[in-house]
């Protein structure tokens, strides 16, 4: 009756996550409803709205594409960051222009690293943590919960398969076996098919209220420039259609040494 143990096991899976998805879930309704009052006339900044889409490695990459346009710091298409005017407009480009170091001149790749690390990122989360806009860091998000459900759902088959591939034990067939497992496994898909229609989109970092405010940006006219770093905040670098400028990011992830 070793498969009986195992079934135990998938039902601690499944019930485990399946719980914990519903807590989120709960969780996340009731900050919703606490700070949606709060949250509905608010216009979010660039940087706001940066580290709500891609958190602060967004708000790097944002923060670096601003300057380049403006002329203000070269990206090279090798992957070079060069500081052209060392006088930052306000602390997240004093972060990137702190991040390149006083030789002014550094790769894009650690330059964002530590912009993304920096204090004034820091005080960025915190504000919109405050503010009911974005998930605070250690909480159990629904997007992680729901992870977990699919972590249990695949843990819960490789023991059912484990289970049916044991030598058949007297008076209980196989069939009865995988109908057991199959209880576990039909919670965690069915805890995954509601999660999807009712609290999906999953966010990392923005909070439901914060989502919204996202999406109202979807809406912003374009072709201005606001716009355009709107939509790298949004997007990411992706958005960048400049190809010298977009050659610069691709070198970012490369390898690098001090």
């Known amino acids: ?96 222009i702190g991040a390149i170091g006083p030789g002014g001149q550094s790769r894009i790749a650690p330059v964002r690293t530590r912009a993304a690390a920096a204090e004034a990122v820091g005080r960025l989360a915190d504000g919109l943590v405050r503010a009911g806009l974005a998930v605070p860091e250690g909480a159990g998000t629904t997007g992680s919960a729901v992870r977990q459900v699919r972590v249990a759902a695949l843990a819960v088959t490789v023991l059912g398969v484990t289970a049916l591939l044991l030598p058949g034990q007297p008076g209980t067939p196989r069939l009865l076996v995988g109908l057991w497992f199959a209880l576990p496994l039909t919670l965690a898909l069915s805890c995954l098919a509601i999660a999807r229609f009712e609290v999906h989109p999953y966010s990392r970092w923005a909070s439901p209220a914060g989502q919204r405010l996202l999406n109202t940006l979807a809406g912003e006219p374009a072709g201005d420039e606001r716009s355009f770093l709107t939509s790298v905040a949004v997007r990411g670098v992706r958005a960048v259609g400049e190809p010298e400028l977009r050659a610069a990011f691709t070198h970012r992830d490369q390898p690098w040494r001090e």
């Open 1 to 96: 009756m070793f498969w009986v143990l195992l079934l135990l096991l998938a039902w601690a899976f499944a019930g485990t996550a399946c719980t914990r998805l519903c807590l989120a879930a709960v969780r996340a309704a009731a900050a919703d409803a606490r700070d949606e009052p709060t949250a509905r006339n608010r216009e979010l900044t660039l940087y706001e709205a940066a580290f709500l889409s891609g958190g602060p490695a967004r708000v790097a990459d944002v923060t670096l594409v601003s300057m380049a346009r403006q002329r203000r710091l070269l990206l090279a298409h090798t992957g070079w960051a060069t500081v052209v005017d060392p006088r930052g407009r306000d602390e997240m480009e004093r972060s990137v």
